[in-house]
């Protein structure tokens, strides 16, 4: 039983509150992932789980046991981070048995785990090398067999691919998955990077500064984000936000005097300044009308997809997924429109209303 709670967590470094009061509830056997912009906490809040860092207030409990003032050692979890930490100069095989081996199991025990933990990652053919032989791919999976023979309840993973080129990070993200579902433990993941978040996550844990802007599965962040933080960060290319304000009978005046009634919203929760959220799937665009006009100034295309990136004088760049065969190239006039049921209205709060 792997589940993670954390109640009211709060850290702080001097005077300077990194972790501001954060409660989470992971459930057993899931894959979650903390995603943010560099400096928001991912790896503090992680460590405080792992018992690797104090906390200032607050507590942590693992498999239904508070652990907040227990030894990293005694948590039933394993971490892997960025930096694989192997020990140069014994062998992989060693190098994966290294914490049975402090802990003082029998060695047809230790074997037996290790043999299992080769079979799992494919390792079974490096056992006798040395790290410094390995590719970096291979030197992560060694690193991550360090952590599966110890069989833990939870699983902490500190941006453990960040290392790789593109290629082996894509591979390795789906060797993960797979893994997750085999040994059907916790895993806690951290990333800065929002596809590895979407793609690898049962659910996602959004933080800012310190806080959790939203918690929830990757379509629903997608389709719902519940703030203009979230709704920024998540999703490649961005967003597109046209400021909006409070028009007639519920409706938000957009720039161009453009007038929009958006389902599920009404008049009293307008506000000033508010910011309506498109993707860039969800505008349309035409040779001949629109909502507005404006210019393609880049073509952007990468083969399975296209974008066009459009200067549109009362909003600035938008843009837009090119779908179809009529063509735009840069220079070329366009308009463009969207459909009210596919927007995101935020309120002078940054909060969602509709
Ligand atoms: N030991 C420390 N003393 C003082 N400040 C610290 C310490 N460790 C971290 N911080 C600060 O806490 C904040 C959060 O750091 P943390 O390493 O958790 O960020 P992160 O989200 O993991 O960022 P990154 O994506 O860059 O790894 C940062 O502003 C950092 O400077
Ligand atoms: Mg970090």
Redesign the pocket.
Same mark, same amino acid.
């Given at each position: 039983m792997g589940q993670v709670e954390l109640q009211n967590v709060k850290k702080s470094?001097?005077s300077?509150d990194?972790i501001k009061d954060i409660s989470l509830d992971i459930k057993d056997g899931e894959f979650v992932v903390f995603v !943010?912009? %560099?400096?928001? !906490?991912? %790896?503090?809040?992680l460590?405080m789980i792992s018992g690797l860092e104090t906390m200032s207030e607050g507590t942590v409990g693992i498999a239904g046991r508070d652990v907040t003032d227990v030894q990293p050692s005694e948590r039933e979890i394993a971490m892997v981070f960025q930096s694989y930490a192997l020990f140069p100069h014994i062998s992989v095989r060693d190098n994966v048995a290294f914490g049975l081996k402090i802990a003082g199991l029998p060695k047809e025990e230790i074997d037996a785990k290790v043999a299992k933990t080769s079979e799992i990652l494919g390792l079974e053919k490096l056992l006798d090398r040395k790290p410094r032989e390995l590719s970096g791919g291979q030197q992560q999976r060694v690193a991550i067999g360090r952590a599966i023979v110890r069989e833990p309840a939870v699983f902490l993973f500190?941006?453990p691919l960040s290392n790789l080129d593109a290629a082996l990070r894509v591979q390795m993200r789906i060797e993960l998955i797979k893994l997750h579902a085999s040994l059907d433990a916790t895993m806690i993941y951290?990333t800065?990077d929002q596809v590895e978040a979407m793609t690898m996550a049962e659910r996602i844990v959004v933080?800012r500064d310190?806080r959790v802007e939203q918690f929830d599965t990757p379509v629903r962040l997608y389709d719902r984000p519940q703030n203009l933080f979230v709704a920024g960060f998540i999703g490649s290319p961005k967003m597109n936000f046209v400021k909006a304000s409070p028009g007639e009978s519920g409706a938000v005046l957009l720039a161009n005097k453009v007038s929009k009634s958006i389902p599920g919203v009404v008049q009293d929760q307008l506000t000033p300044n508010m910011q309506l959220g498109i993707r860039p799937e969800h505008i349309t665009y035409s040779h001949d009308s629109g909502d507005w006009q404006g210019t393609v100034t880049v073509e952007e295309q990468l083969g399975s997809d296209a974008f066009l990136y459009v200067d549109v004088p009362e909003i600035g760049q938008v843009t837009v997924r090119a779908v179809d065969e009529r063509s735009f190239t840069r220079g070329d006039t366009i308009f463009l429109s969207f459909d009210p049921e596919r927007c995101h209205l935020f309120n002078d709060d940054e909060q969602r209303i509709n």
């Amino acid at each position: 039983m792997g589940q993670v709670e954390l109640q009211n967590v709060k850290k702080s470094f001097g005077s300077v509150d990194v972790i501001k009061d954060i409660s989470l509830d992971i459930k057993d056997g899931e894959f979650v992932v903390f995603v !943010g912009p %560099s400096g928001c !906490g991912k %790896s503090t809040l992680l460590r405080m789980i792992s018992g690797l860092e104090t906390m200032s207030e607050g507590t942590v409990g693992i498999a239904g046991r508070d652990v907040t003032d227990v030894q990293p050692s005694e948590r039933e979890i394993a971490m892997v981070f960025q930096s694989y930490a192997l020990f140069p100069h014994i062998s992989v095989r060693d190098n994966v048995a290294f914490g049975l081996k402090i802990a003082g199991l029998p060695k047809e025990e230790i074997d037996a785990k290790v043999a299992k933990t080769s079979e799992i990652l494919g390792l079974e053919k490096l056992l006798d090398r040395k790290p410094r032989e390995l590719s970096g791919g291979q030197q992560q999976r060694v690193a991550i067999g360090r952590a599966i023979v110890r069989e833990p309840a939870v699983f902490l993973f500190d941006e453990p691919l960040s290392n790789l080129d593109a290629a082996l990070r894509v591979q390795m993200r789906i060797e993960l998955i797979k893994l997750h579902a085999s040994l059907d433990a916790t895993m806690i993941y951290v990333t800065h990077d929002q596809v590895e978040a979407m793609t690898m996550a049962e659910r996602i844990v959004v933080l800012r500064d310190g806080r959790v802007e939203q918690f929830d599965t990757p379509v629903r962040l997608y389709d719902r984000p519940q703030n203009l933080f979230v709704a920024g960060f998540i999703g490649s290319p961005k967003m597109n936000f046209v400021k909006a304000s409070p028009g007639e009978s519920g409706a938000v005046l957009l720039a161009n005097k453009v007038s929009k009634s958006i389902p599920g919203v009404v008049q009293d929760q307008l506000t000033p300044n508010m910011q309506l959220g498109i993707r860039p799937e969800h505008i349309t665009y035409s040779h001949d009308s629109g909502d507005w006009q404006g210019t393609v100034t880049v073509e952007e295309q990468l083969g399975s997809d296209a974008f066009l990136y459009v200067d549109v004088p009362e909003i600035g760049q938008v843009t837009v997924r090119a779908v179809d065969e009529r063509s735009f190239t840069r220079g070329d006039t366009i308009f463009l429109s969207f459909d009210p049921e596919r927007c995101h209205l935020f309120n002078d709060d940054e909060q969602r209303i509709n």
